[in-house]
């Protein structure tokens, strides 16, 4: 099994995150729990980053993925990104929304600033803490050691946008509500652009943050909490709304990779990566460092 994980670390881990995502979602489909637990599926990812972490080293293994939570001094620079980017590229989505259709924005009814706090308190701890020691902390760096970074951003995002296929299925989740307005395959698609475009820059944080899991919690966390949370990008201009936020974020994962390079996603840094073919093979701890 541990030669396994270490040859096909993307195939177990996809296979596993589905799974346990997969049975919240089951048990409210047919009624036994009730739609609202459905989020516990979030946690799947990290959930299964650390069990094949643990198939594949052991405790090291574990202890080097949960390690990754941990790092945090990375510059002022990253953490106003992580926590504000999103912040800006909400309201930008809902002007241009209003330029080309949608609907007008009512600013003031958008309440006070402070409601998002715990908002992002919530959603970094569950969206953020609850994945991304699985997409980030234990794939990217084994993807990375075999592909360049953009490479790797882009299978995630392929995985990643399958690993909420069950999300369009169900009744009752913001997926399925876009799935019923355009269909199954337009919404699936136009969020799987999404989601891919986003993991470029999840890659890019990464990468730069000394593979800091912490960091790329809380783009997950704080993305959730600005788009969907206080702004609610797709409640203000539907999918109008949701097209420009698509456009906007692949505008701006493209200029990463013109300007850091598809290579290591980073003008400074190498991607960080894990060797896992050899057995007791360690990371370099720095390797990103920036």
């Known amino acids: 099994m541990s030669a396994f994980v270490k040859k096909h670390p993307a195939l177990s881990f996809f296979v596993l995150a589905v799974v346990l995502g997969a049975t919240p979602l089951a048990l409210a489909d047919a009624?036994?729990?009730?739609?609202?637990?459905?989020?516990?599926?979030?946690?799947?990812?990290?959930?299964?980053?650390?069990?094949?972490?643990?198939?594949a080293g052991g405790k090291g293994g574990v202890r080097e993925l949960l390690r990754r939570g941990l790092v945090w001094r990375v510059g002022f620079g990253w953490w106003g990104f992580a926590l504000l980017f999103t912040a800006v590229l909400a309201p930008a989505t809902l002007w241009l929304g209003s330029l080309v259709g949608g609907a007008q924005v009512d600013w003031g009814a958008l309440g006070p600033i402070w409601r998002v706090v715990p908002m992002l308190?919530?959603?970094?701890?569950?969206a953020g803490v609850g994945e991304e020691f699985g997409w980030r902390g234990f794939l990217v760096p084994r993807l990375q050691a075999r592909h360049n970074a953009l490479m790797s951003s882009l299978m995630i995002g392929v995985l990643h946008s399958l690993w909420h296929v069950p999300l369009f299925l169900v009744d009752g989740t913001a997926q399925s509500q876009w799935a019923q307005e355009v269909g199954l395959l337009p919404a699936f698609l136009g969020y799987s652009v999404f989601v891919t475009a986003w993991?470029?820059?999840?890659?890019?944080?990464?990468?730069n943050t000394k593979g800091s899991v912490l960091l790329v919690a809380v783009v997950h966390g704080a993305g959730n909490a600005w788009i969907g949370g206080y702004f609610d990008v797709h409640g203000q201009a539907g999918m109008v709304g949701a097209t420009c936020l698509t456009i906007l974020m692949s505008i701006v994962s493209v200029a990463i990779v013109v300007i850091a390079g598809p290579t290591h996603l980073s003008r400074t840094n190498e991607r960080n990566k894990l060797e896992t073919a050899q057995p007791g093979a360690q990371p370099d701890a720095e390797n990103g460092a920036g």
């Open 121 to 126: 308190f919530v959603l970094i701890l569950l």
């Open 31 to 55: 009624g036994l729990i009730p739609i609202k637990f459905t989020q516990l599926g979030a946690l799947s990812s990290s959930l299964a980053g650390v069990v094949l972490a643990a198939v």
């Open 199 to 207: 993991a470029i820059q999840h890659t890019w944080v990464f990468n």
